[in-house]
C-alpha cells in the first residue's frame, strides 16, 4: 500500500497563496485528494518550502578544504535546521557526491571562489593574476551549476584598506566571459569601490555588499543586482578585525563602519527595490545551521516578516530555479506548530522535515 502524507495545514505555497490542506504521493506535492487505498499519515501544522541558504560553504573549514565526513556533518546542520536548498558560495573541496546523497539538502554549487593571488584566505580559492582571470573563469563556469564566485575586495597590505582585486575593464571580460558559458556571477565584496565595478561589469548577485551607497543602490535596483547580505557573518566583523587594529588602522576603522551601517544598507537596498536574499557564510568560521537566525536579522533590518519569509523560501527559490510547493513539486517542506508570518522566530523550530517526500526522524 503506497505511504502518503496528509498535510491538514495551512499549507504557503506563496507569499500570498495559502492553500488549506496538501498531500504527498510519491514524493510529490499535490493538492487533490488521492484515490483509492492509501496508508495515510497525517501531519498538522503550517507548511512552508524547505528554507534556502543561498551563501553557504559545504567542504570549507578554516584551513580549508575539509574531508568528506566533515562536509557531511555540515550538510546535516543545515538539513536538520531546515535548509533544504544550499547555494555553496565556493569550496575547494570536491561535493558533487553530495548531490547524490537523498538524506542531504539539494546543492548549488559555485565551483571554487577565484582571487587576486595573496589576495584572500589562504588555501580557499583560486589564485590568479588579472590576465589569467577569464581564462579561470570559464573552467569554473563549466565545473559549477550555473554559478562562479570571484572575491572582488580584500585588504591591501601596501594601502592598508579595503581594495578592488581587479582591474574593472577585465571583470568586464570576465562576467560576459561567464554568461557566454552559461552563467552567473557572484562576487565577495565588502568596500565601496568594488561594488562599483561590479555593477559596471553587469554582475548577477553581490555576496555581503556592506559597501553600498546611494549610487550602487541606484545602479543595482536598475539591474536587478541581487544581494545575500549574511548579516549573522558581518555580525562578527568586529572580533575578526580586532588584531588588525594597530597594523592596520585604516582597515580596522573601515570595517567597523561598514559594521555599524549594516542593518541602514540592507534596508535603503530593500527600499529601493534591489532583491534580498537569504544567505549565512556557514563554512570556514561560522557553523551551519544559521538560516532561520539569518530571516530574523532580516526583519531587524527592516524587511517585514513576509518578505524575510520570501527570502528564505519562495522568492530564494524561484531565484535559484528550484521550485517550492507548487503541484507535482518534489516534496521538499517544513512543518511548524505556529505561523512564522507573525513570528519569525517559529523559523528555528520545525516540528516535521520532509525532504524528498521523506519525512526525517
Same mark, same amino acid.
Given at each position: 500500500?503506497?505511504?502518503?502524507? #496528509?498535510?491538514?495545514?495551512?499549507? !504557503?505555497?506563496?507569499?500570498?497563496?495559502?492553500?488549506?490542506?496538501?498531500?504527498?504521493?510519491?514524493? $510529490?506535492?499535490?493538492?487533490?485528494?488521492?484515490?483509492?487505498?492509501?496508508?495515510?499519515?497525517?501531519?498538522?501544522?503550517?507548511?512552508?518550502?524547505?528554507?534556502?541558504?543561498?551563501?553557504?560553504?559545504?567542504?570549507?573549514? =578554516?584551513?580549508?578544504?575539509?574531508?568528506?565526513?566533515?562536509?557531511?556533518?555540515?550538510?546535516?546542520? @543545515?538539513?536538520?535546521?531546515?535548509?533544504?536548498?544550499?547555494?555553496?558560495?565556493?569550496?575547494?573541496?570536491?561535493?558533487?557526491?553530495?548531490?547524490?546523497?537523498? @538524506?542531504?539538502? $539539494?546543492?548549488? $554549487?559555485?565551483?571554487?571562489?577565484?582571487?587576486?593571488?595573496?589576495?584572500?584566505?589562504?588555501?580557499?580559492?583560486?589564485?590568479?593574476?588579472?590576465?589569467?582571470?577569464?581564462?579561470?573563469?570559464?573552467?569554473?563556469? *563549466?565545473?559549477?551549476?550555473?554559478?562562479?564566485? !570571484?572575491?572582488?575586495?580584500?585588504?591591501?597590505? @601596501?594601502?592598508?584598506? !579595503?581594495?578592488?582585486?581587479?582591474? =574593472? @575593464?577585465?571583470?568586464?571580460?570576465?562576467? =560576459?566571459?561567464?554568461?557566454?558559458?552559461?552563467?552567473?556571477?557572484?562576487?565577495?565584496?565588502?568596500?565601496?569601490?568594488?561594488? *562599483?565595478?561590479?555593477?559596471?561589469?553587469?554582475?548577477?548577485?553581490?555576496?555581503?555588499?556592506?559597501?553600498?551607497?546611494?549610487?550602487?543602490? &541606484?545602479?543595482?535596483?536598475?539591474?536587478?543586482?541581487?544581494?545575500?547580505?549574511?548579516?549573522?557573518?558581518?555580525?562578527?566583523?568586529? $572580533?575578526?578585525?580586532?588584531?588588525?587594529?594597530?597594523?592596520?588602522?585604516?582597515?580596522? *576603522?573601515?570595517?567597523?563602519?561598514? #559594521?555599524?551601517?549594516?542593518?541602514?544598507?540592507?534596508?535603503? /537596498?530593500?527600499?529601493?527595490?534591489?532583491?534580498?536574499?537569504?544567505?549565512?557564510?556557514?563554512?570556514?568560521?561560522?557553523? #551551519?545551521?544559521?538560516?532561520?537566525?539569518?530571516?530574523?536579522?532580516?526583519?531587524? &533590518?527592516?524587511?517585514?516578516?513576509?518578505?524575510? !519569509?520570501?527570502?528564505?523560501?519562495?522568492?530564494? *527559490?524561484?531565484?535559484?530555479?528550484?521550485?517550492?510547493?507548487?503541484?507535482?513539486?518534489?516534496?521538499?517542506?517544513?512543518?511548524?506548530?505556529?505561523?512564522?508570518?507573525?513570528?519569525? /522566530?517559529?523559523?528555528? &523550530?520545525?516540528?516535521?522535515?520532509?525532504?524528498?517526500?521523506?519525512?526525517?526522524?
Amino acid at each position: 500500500m503506497a505511504q502518503v502524507l #496528509h498535510l491538514t495545514g495551512p499549507v !504557503l505555497v506563496g507569499a500570498e497563496d495559502v492553500r488549506p490542506q496538501a498531500w504527498v504521493v510519491g514524493g $510529490r506535492i499535490t493538492y487533490a485528494a488521492p484515490v483509492g487505498d492509501h496508508d495515510v499519515t497525517t501531519v498538522a501544522g503550517w507548511v512552508l518550502p524547505g528554507l534556502v541558504d543561498a551563501h553557504s560553504h559545504i567542504g570549507l573549514g =578554516a584551513q580549508g578544504a575539509v574531508d568528506d565526513a566533515t562536509a557531511e556533518e555540515q550538510a546535516l546542520a @543545515d538539513r536538520d535546521a531546515g535548509a533544504l536548498l544550499l547555494r555553496d558560495a565556493g569550496s575547494p573541496a570536491e561535493t558533487r557526491w553530495v548531490q547524490e546523497r537523498e @538524506d542531504l539538502p $539539494r546543492l548549488v $554549487r559555485a565551483g571554487r571562489h577565484i582571487a587576486r593571488t595573496r589576495r584572500y584566505l589562504r588555501n580557499y580559492a583560486w589564485e590568479v593574476e588579472p590576465e589569467d582571470l577569464v581564462a579561470q573563469v570559464r573552467l569554473e563556469a *563549466r565545473a559549477g551549476d550555473g554559478w562562479v564566485k !570571484l572575491v572582488g575586495d580584500w585588504i591591501d597590505r @601596501d594601502t592598508g584598506d !579595503l581594495e578592488p582585486c581587479w582591474p =574593472a @575593464d577585465v571583470l568586464v571580460q570576465a562576467v =560576459a566571459a561567464a554568461h557566454e558559458e552559461g552563467a552567473r556571477v557572484t562576487a565577495h565584496c565588502f568596500g565601496e569601490q568594488s561594488l *562599483r565595478d561590479l555593477a559596471a561589469a553587469g554582475t548577477d548577485c553581490v555576496e555581503h555588499a556592506t559597501g553600498l551607497l546611494d549610487d550602487t543602490v &541606484a545602479s543595482f535596483a536598475a539591474q536587478g543586482i541581487a544581494i545575500v547580505p549574511t548579516l549573522v557573518n558581518i555580525d562578527t566583523f568586529p $572580533r575578526i578585525v580586532a588584531p588588525a587594529a594597530e597594523k592596520f588602522p585604516d582597515y580596522h *576603522r573601515h570595517m567597523l563602519e561598514l #559594521h555599524a551601517r549594516r542593518f541602514e544598507t540592507v534596508r535603503a /537596498a530593500h527600499e529601493a527595490g534591489i532583491p534580498v536574499y537569504v544567505g549565512t557564510d556557514a563554512g570556514g568560521s561560522l557553523p #551551519h545551521g544559521l538560516a532561520a537566525q539569518e530571516a530574523a536579522e532580516l526583519v531587524q &533590518a527592516g524587511l517585514s516578516r513576509q518578505e524575510a !519569509l520570501t527570502a528564505a523560501t519562495w522568492g530564494a *527559490r524561484a531565484w535559484l530555479g528550484r521550485p517550492g510547493l507548487e503541484e507535482g513539486a518534489d516534496a521538499d517542506l517544513l512543518v511548524f506548530a505556529a505561523d512564522p508570518r507573525d513570528d519569525i /522566530a517559529v523559523l528555528t &523550530a520545525p516540528e516535521q522535515i520532509v525532504l524528498r517526500g521523506r519525512t526525517l526522524a
